[in-house]
């Protein structure tokens, strides 16, 4: 893992920034969750770091602190992002992102470090399933949209995939570990249980979110034009119902293991180009001239 501080600028990037209606509006609904989302995910990480053993878990307090690295500028460059929808074009939309934030802060000052860890961990392991099939599967709904928006998710969601083990291992070592018992109980039960809980709130909320949008947009349409965008919402969430369907299957394992499962071709490629120095990254800083002693 590295943490990357990508270069991009969403100047002059309309709120459609694709061809395809549907799926922008649906990735846009899912970048309004990541500015609440992922904070909320490094302050459980930070508290689960304090269970820690700093000797016996000290490459994963290392793992940890890359993980917070690379999710803070993540959230950051979806805060810039989503400036060029949140200009009141959707009258809904704050109502909706002020109710998802509720949610996240009362999770995190009413629950269990324990569940916490596995809303995080459920995020994590059910969207690193969406994360791969952004690049194997989804292209298809990329044509015809701005290259600053495609970057974006490429680098974020490579990252992801990239971290897709150190939740599950942050929670297994601080829930699961100390018994067979504990280990069946929260290293299986549970760890589902908050998987499905994590998928059915971020869900719920990103097509509430998506409707909205849709229809404001719909608005000026003729209704055959309304017709066929309807036909290709249901189309493109079968696509992705398919897609993903057997990656969802693989969280059943009671011998899941993220660690174990291949990244996506081309990640590393992808991933080079945010470094320093690479095409979308900072410039790449001169090693500094040493004095004499």
Avoid at 137 to 161: C, K, S, Y
Avoid at 234 to 241: L, N, Q, W
Wanted: hydrophobic residues 40%; glycine residues 6%; contains cysteine.
């Amino acid at each position: 893992m590295e943490i990357r501080h990508p270069r991009i600028n969403f100047e002059g990037v309309p709120a459609i920034w694709g061809a395809d209606l549907e799926y922008v509006c649906l990735t846009n609904a899912n970048s309004t969750t990541l500015p609440t989302l992922e904070p909320f995910m490094i302050s459980v990480f930070n508290k689960a770091k304090q269970q820690l053993d700093p000797v016996k878990d000290a490459e994963l307090i290392k793992d940890i602190a890359l993980f917070c690295g690379q999710e803070a500028q993540h959230y950051r460059q979806h805060i810039r992002f989503n400036k060029i929808f949140q200009d009141g074009r959707y009258p809904r939309l704050e109502e909706m992102e002020k109710g998802f934030a509720a949610d996240m802060k009362g999770f995190l000052a009413e629950k269990s470090l324990a569940f916490c860890l596995g809303y995080s961990e459920g995020f994590e392991s059910t969207g690193s399933v969406f994360f791969r099939a952004w690049f194997e599967v989804l292209p298809q709904f990329r044509i015809g949209a701005r290259d600053e928006v495609l970057r974006m998710w490429d680098w974020h969601n490579a990252e992801e995939f990239e971290h897709r083990e150190v939740a599950f291992k942050v929670y297994m070592a601080t829930c699961a570990r100390g018994s067979l018992w504990k280990r069946i109980k929260y290293g299986y039960f549970y760890r589902l249980y908050l998987a499905a809980f994590a998928l059915k709130h971020m869900f719920t909320y990103t097509m509430r979110v998506q409707r909205h949008m849709l229809d404001v947009e719909r608005a000026n349409m003729t209704p055959e034009a309304v017709k066929a965008s309807e036909k290709h919402f249901k189309e493109m969430h079968k696509i992705i119902r398919k897609a993903t369907t057997p990656g969802m299957l693989r969280l059943l394992s009671p011998f899941y293991n993220p660690a174990k499962i291949d990244p996506p071709k081309g990640m590393d490629l992808i991933l080079e180009r945010f470094l320093p120095g690479g095409q979308y990254g900072p410039p790449k800083r001169s090693p500094a001239t040493q004095e004499p002693a």
